[in-house]
Structure formats: C-alpha cells, structure tokens
Nanobody, 114 residues
Framework: QVQLVESGGGLVQAGGSLRLSCAASGSIFSARTMGWFRQTPGKQRELVASITSGSSTNYADSVKGRFTISRDNAKSTIYLQMNTLKPEDTAVYYC????????WGQGTQVTVSS
C-alpha cells in the first residue's frame, strides 16, 4: 500500500513563498503522474498541479505562473514551489495521482495572511 506524507506547510504573509514536499512509498512512484490538490472547508478538493513521469506539467489557472511542481524519482518525492502567495491559497494541501488512486495522506496546512 502506497503511503503519502505531505510536509512544508505553514503561515506566511501574502506575497511570500513556501515549498511543499510529498514523500511516497512504493517502487512504482516514478511511473505515475502525480498531483497536488488543495481543499478548504466546505469545498471540494481540487487539483492545482500535476506532473507526468516524464516531468510534463499542468496547472490550474488559479496558480499558473506562481506555483511550480517538480519531482525527484530517486527520492520518490514531489514538490510544490509556491510563490507570490495570496490569501485565497489558504488550504490544506494533499498529493495523490490525478485519479486519486492512493489513500490520502494527512495533508499540510498552508495559511496566507493578508
């Protein structure tokens, strides 16, 4: 069973930056497209960025130009570099495949103050 462990969240002022990490167990990680999701209370979890096994990337319009997803297959880890953060980026961030194949991790809280 693949386990996902997110980290790197925190409290930051608007305009600041954070780098999230997601460590995945399991040897098939390198073959999977992976993504970052976020969720705020009362709203559905939304996919904000994804990266294929070949490192092609896609982003939601709301984060395009500000967030960068990357991966290190040797470490079975994906990253989300978040720059120019806005209060509306406040959410719990999770990683998973875009099809939500794996059991969700605990997520990491990102809070952006205005």
């Amino acid at each position: 069973q693949v386990q996902l462990v997110e980290s790197g969240g925190g409290l930051v002022q608007a305009g600041g930056s954070l780098r999230l990490s997601c460590a995945a167990s399991g040897s098939i990680f390198s073959a999977r497209t992976m993504g970052w999701f976020r969720q705020t209370p009362g709203k559905q979890r939304e996919l904000v960025a994804s990266i294929t096994s070949g490192s092609s990337t896609n982003y939601a319009d709301s984060v395009k130009g500000r967030f960068t997803i990357s991966r290190d297959n040797a470490k079975s880890t994906i990253y989300l570099q978040m720059n120019t953060l806005k209060p509306e980026d406040t959410a719990v961030y999770y990683c998973n495949t875009p099809t939500r194949m794996y059991r969700w991790g605990q997520g990491t809280q990102v809070t952006v103050s205005s």
